[in-house]
T-cell receptor, first 111, second 114 residues
Framework: SQQGEEDPQALSIQEGENATMNCSYK?????LQWYRQNSGRGLVHLIL?????REKHSGRLRVTLDTSKKSSSLLITASRAADTASYFC???????????FGKGTTLSVSS | NAGVTQTPKFQVLKTGQSMTLQCAQD?????MSWYRQDPGMGLRLIHY???????DQGEVPNGYNVSRSTTEDFPLRLLSAAPSQTSVYFC?????????????FGSGTRLTVV
């Protein structure tokens, strides 16, 4: 399988805390993307980081990428109950024409 | 814009039956792909397309066919349904795969094969 791995598989925190999820992948990439999936729904694109970038910010999201270790992390600051969802990292595959997904991290934020 | 539209949302099939899952996008995206999502397995790529008339296999293509006669539509056909194909199926599209907007996903089709 070409799938990557997210760590941890599940994460429970209180509102206001920060949440950090990690992703490891197996192949060389042009970019890495993070998606959110609310229960029973489709995936929503959060942020994309290119292989020549080390860090990227978008609102309360911070993504880092270490291509030498084939790993990425997603930090959500000041979490809210509405952040409760599953989070997936995905790398470009087949020359960038499709995505390879990790197995996801389930985040639960309680108020 | 409607984005990516998948139909039906739910379907129950008997083993051996065939059916087509529909996927349509109105964003003039060239890249389209089909994934299946199973518990504990994340999303796995079934087939993908980089434009009308061009399709290719992904990680788990067995038992599925696709065609792309127009930019807008990318149907997924189950030839002879098996219980192992019970899953949630997602269609996705992208302008070029690597832009800041990534892929747009449909809301999924939940398929049960009995």
């Amino acid at each position: 399988s070409q799938q990557g791995e997210e760590d941890p598989q599940a994460l429970s925190i209180q509102e206001g805390e920060n949440a950090t999820m990690n992703c490891s992948y197996k192949t060389s990439i042009n970019n890495l993307q993070w998606y959110r999936q609310n229960s029973g729904r489709g995936l929503v694109h959060l942020i994309l980081i290119r292989s020549n970038e080390r860090e990227k910010h978008s609102g309360r999201l911070r993504v880092t990428l270490d291509t030498s270790k084939k790993s990425s992390s997603l930090l959500i600051t000041a979490s809210r109950a509405a952040d409760t969802a599953s989070y997936f990292c995905a790398t470009d595959a087949w020359a960038g024409t499709a995505l390879i997904f990790g197995k996801g991290t389930t985040l639960s934020v309680s108020s | 814009n409607a984005g990516v539209t998948q139909t039906p949302k739910f379907q129950v099939l008997k083993t051996g039956q065939s059916m087509t899952l529909q996927c349509a996008q109105d964003m003039n995206h060239e890249y389209m792909s089909w994934y299946r999502q199973d518990p504990g397995m994340g999303l796995r790529l079934i087939h993908y397309s980089v434009g009308a008339g061009i399709t290719d296999q992904g990680e788990v293509p067995n038992g599925y066919n696709v065609s792309r006669s127009t930019t807008e539509d990318f149907p997924l056909r189950l030839l002879s349904a098996a219980p192992s194909q019970t899953s949630v199926y997602f269609c996705a599209s992208s302008y070029n795969g690597g832009g800041d907007y990534g892929y747009t996903f449909g809301s999924g089709t939940r398929l049960t094969v009995v």
